[in-house]
């Protein structure tokens, strides 16, 4: 009994931890609520800034990064090419430029940390108390 | 003078912008290669010996961000048949009047068509060019000033731009090299997007002059044997012009399906109506992306230029003015079949077969272009 309740427990974590592998994140001093929309809008440089209206700095994680492969077909519902191309548009014709990227979680952390403006996603598995989780994909 | 002022600016700027500026350095390349496949046939600066320049071009885009909101961009570009001879195609100023309305000064691109901003950077689109049918006016750039407001209309993304400028410089119209002004160049091109699906309006006006020595021969001759009204039928002087462009486009479930039609007026002149449209449907299947479409362009020539002719008038005139106004009828429509291959992260291959059919000489002619586009 008492095993089959383990492992019942595992596997509902494991279901968990598939289903909740990015969490996106922001200063813990930020109030905002963020939704999908908005976090297409802020990433795909539509807009530049939060529900209240103060100014928003996305962070990008790296080309190669699993969260950012999971962040951009999951949130933005585009390949790595298909965003290429999207802001090959933007980027050639200085109608924007695409969010500052960075190497890796602890990375998007330290900047967090920094700047109460930014907003960054990183694997569920690196959120700790230095940042405030805002949604979950 | 006030464009030179810009564009003097703008390069200025952008050497004396300080060590400690954010400089970014993005580029694109294509390089392609093409032939016609029946003998002796050209279409769109090939022929049927493969030719790897015509299409291909190199271009590195230097930003460097002043601070306080002030930007300067400069893109260089070398074309292969312009025997990659680099040259500015854009360098402007840029200010942030507020986050979503953006000024910009200098040399800018024209915003005629869906692609005109991008159509250069053949990586952000699948076919192996834009087509030729509706993109074929040839003043891609003009210099002056460009307001650009992006917003959000419920639901709806919008982007406006305003544009005010002119241009000054040799260009092609239909075939004929002239040496063109447009004045007083003001334009709209206005955008709404949602859930992937698209529609843009574009609405250009200015006063265009066009001059060429046959066509100035021909007007001189007119003027000279009484014939001023048919002279100033037929020349391009200050003329008023329109653009209007209308495109759709989707983009859902891998389906990638682009429209547009476009317009272009230039009130008593010779040039003629010009009336294009394509359609285009295309799918993504992971890397790879097939698709097919057809475009087709229409320009009536202005006859009624020839029925201003007296009777009597000396036959050789009359063929004369008869050839001037029908050089302007274009009649032709294409198929393209293509495939577009994301080989790698920063690169496309691209292979095309484009069929043309000419109605008035009943022609048809093949091309075949593989290339591969990438950025930087």
């Keep these: 009994m008492q095993l089959v309740k383990v492992m019942l427990l595992t596997a509902a974590c494991l279901v968990g931890a598939a289903q909740a592998e990015i969490a996106v994140v922001v200063n813990p001093a930020n109030a905002n609520a963020v939704s999908a929309d908005d976090l297409n809008r802020l990433f795909l440089g539509r807009s530049s800034s939060f529900a209240d209206g103060s100014k928003a700095t996305p962070l990008n994680l790296a080309e190669g990064q699993a969260a950012r492969a999971e962040f951009d077909s999951k949130v933005l519902n585009r390949s790595a090419a298909q965003l290429k191309a999207y802001w090959s548009k933007l980027v050639f014709t200085g109608k924007g430029t695409p969010p500052k990227e960075l190497a890796d979680d602890a990375a998007v952390k330290a900047a967090l940390a920094a700047d109460s403006s930014a907003i960054g996603y990183i694997s569920s598995g690196s959120v700790d108390s230095s940042v405030k989780v805002v949604a979950t994909f | ?376």
């Design chain 2, 1 to 376: 003078m006030f464009k030179r002022t810009a564009l003097t600016l703008a390069i200025a700027a952008l050497l004396a912008a300080p060590a400690h500026a954010d400089l970014t350095i993005n580029g694109f390349a294509s390089i392609k290669a093409g032939m016609t496949l029946d003998n002796d046939a050209t279409l769109y600066g090939y022929d049927d010996d493969l030719d790897f320049k015509n299409e291909s071009l190199f271009a590195v885009q230097v930003m460097s961000d002043l601070g306080e909101k002030l930007s300067v961009t400069a893109q260089l570009m070398g074309r292969g048949r312009e025997d990659f001879n680099a040259e500015f195609e854009w360098a402007f100023l840029s200010y942030q009047l507020s986050d979503n309305l953006q000024l910009n000064a200098g040399r800018l691109r024209t915003p005629f068509y869906k692609y005109s901003d991008f159509k250069d950077v053949g990586y952000a689109y699948d076919w192996a060019r834009v087509p030729e049918a509706v993109y074929n006016l040839d003043f891609d750039n003009i210099e002056g000033v460009s307001l650009y407001h992006t917003t959000t209309l419920g639901s709806l993304d919008s982007s406006l731009q305003l544009i005010a400028g002119s241009f000054d410089g040799d260009a092609v119209v239909t075939g004929l090299t002239v040496q063109a002004k447009i004045d007083q160049v003001l334009g709209a091109a206005w955008e709404l997007s949602r859930d992937g699906i698209s529609a843009r309006l574009a609405y250009l006006r200015g006063d265009t002059s066009l001059s060429n020595p046959d066509i100035d021969a021909l007007t001189g001759i007119l003027t000279a044997s009484g014939l001023g009204a048919v002279a100033r039928a037929i020349d391009v002087n200050e003329e008023s012009s329109t653009f209007l462009g209308l495109a759709l486009t989707l983009d859902k479930n891998d389906w990638v399906a682009v429209a547009e039609i476009t317009r272009t007026e230039v009130d008593d002149s010779l040039i003629a109506e010009q009336n294009g449209y394509y359609v285009s449907l295309g799918h993504r299947f992971d890397s790879l992306t097939p698709y097919v479409s057809y475009e087709k362009r229409d320009n009536d020539a202005k006859r009624d230029i020839i029925a201003l002719l007296p009777q009597g008038v000396p036959a050789q005139l009359a063929l004369g003015v008869t050839q001037a106004v029908e050089r302007f009828e274009v009649k032709r429509d294409a198929w393209n079949l293509g495939l577009r291959y994301d080989f790698h992260p920063s690169a496309a291959f691209k292979a095309q077969l484009t069929r043309v059919n000419n109605d008035i000489t009943d022609d048809d002619t093949s091309l075949v272009t593989l290339g591969v586009d990438l950025v930087f």
